[in-house]
DNA sequence: TCAAAAGTGTTATCATTACACCCATGG
DNA sequence: CCATGGGTGTAATGATAACACTTTTGA
């Protein structure tokens, strides 16, 4: 079968940045191995046409699990990358979609068609298909973007965690080598009051510290209250 | 000339949220009046088919000009639509853009076609065709974060200004109609240090306003410090 | 008793908010 | 001299940043 137009029309394609939060709170990324060319034997975004009849943001799903396994997530239009050179094939228009996960709760697995699927540290990623590079980029900016005014990391720990810990998150999503002061972190975070003690680390070799749960209800309340604040004072630039 | 590929391909075309800055510092939105089926005669956001060889920027920019002849502006890539049924005519992907300008430096011509082309004040959108009400509130909610944290409103005021001027466009784009405190307002801009003094107004009733000159060279050099700034502490969030 | 990591005290400075008040002009 | 906007003083409160210090554990 084939479908015949009077114009030409682009292909559409969805590409996933999935990012993953390993143990030991490392960014990672979801990569696979193309089996094909153009790129065959590079590592690709997982990602791949949209059928005619289905959601952009169904298409990114579906073409993440069938490559990669991944699934249950919640995703995140990018930007739209279309630039005419951008696939040797013809043109191809990609909506990228991206999330950050807790890696451990992603078991990944190969396809049927044997093709090598594998977290990468953000830090440690190989030559990519495409313009796969720039995508990546323009995700890991907006992530770390996204992540200074959103609490996104604190449902990606271990369900009780220490300060410690989420600190480092912070501090590996932005890319923070010098880490932050450890005073005002705390003070910041505690003063949230998103955070609920909830017991202290044992058998470790050195003071054992406090262990916290995230409070999905007071956050939610939080950022309901801090909306109305924004409507009512209406400017905020620090700039 | 006809195409056939193997595969059913979506079209893809891009349209344009142009919100225009009146002289009363109100937010206008241009909207086209459709001629053909389907939704002839109704409103829409200027647009239309991306060409194979063309970037989706430039299909934007080149769509907005020949249907209303805006040209010259800077557009920011806003969403991609894509829901099957968007556009009765079959599966139509729409990338969106939008910009924030002068309107009176943008004067609108009707394309060659007689189609109208026409400024709406955002508080008065006529019905509109497609997907295109839920484009324009994305957008607009767009603006409204964008204006918060970015001083996008400077540029589009006359070359001097008064604060009373600026406030307005501030409530104006944000929406606010209890009116932001003045003093605050005030502080919190002067000591931005992005407005130079430059004389004063004349000839009216009442006591009269200093006018000032939006200084890109300062607000650039605080674009970037703010940056370093950023880098430097890591976490910003209020929440 | 030591290493390792957790956790606290404190202070100066700056930003934010809220109100109320005064000022200069043309008609 | 008054209506109309323009423009200012001030004070309480809270946030931020910086730095050095103390505490608790297992080995």
Tied chains: 1, 2.
Aim: charged share 30%; net charge negative.
């Amino acid at each position: 079968m084939s479908y015949t137009y009077d114009y030409p029309r682009p292909s559409v394609t969805v590409d996933c940045v999935i990012f993953g939060l390993d143990a030991q709170q490392k960014v990672n990324v979801l990569l696979i191995q193309r089996k094909n060319d153009p790129f065959a034997g590079q590592w690709a975004m997982p990602g791949g046409f949209v059928d005619m009849d289905e959601d952009l943001e169904t298409a990114a799903l579906r073409e993440l699990e069938e490559e990669t396994g991944v699934h249950d997530l919640f995703i995140e239009q990018l930007f739209t990358f279309g630039a005419p050179d951008r696939d040797p094939r013809g043109r191809v228009i990609s909506v990228a979609y991206y999330a950050l996960v807790n890696l451990e709760h992603h078991p990944i697995e190969a396809a049927s068609d044997a093709r090598r699927v594998q977290w990468f540290p953000v830090n440690d990623v190989p030559e990519l298909a495409f313009d796969h590079a720039h995508i990546f980029r323009v995700a890991l900016e907006r992530l770390r973007a996204k992540v200074r005014y959103q609490p996104i990391g604190f449902e990606l720990l271990p369900p009780t965690f220490t300060l410690t810990q989420l600190q480092n998150l912070y501090e590996n999503i932005l890319g923070i080598e010098s880490g932050l002061n450890k005073r005002n972190f705390r003070t910041r975070i505690l003063k949230m009051g998103v955070l609920q003690e909830v017991g202290v680390q044992e058998g470790v070799a050195h003071r054992p510290a406090r262990l916290y749960r995230f409070d999905r209800r007071k956050y939610e309340e939080l950022e309901k209250s801090k909306y109305e604040d924004l409507i009512r004072r209406g400017l905020d630039f620090d700039i």
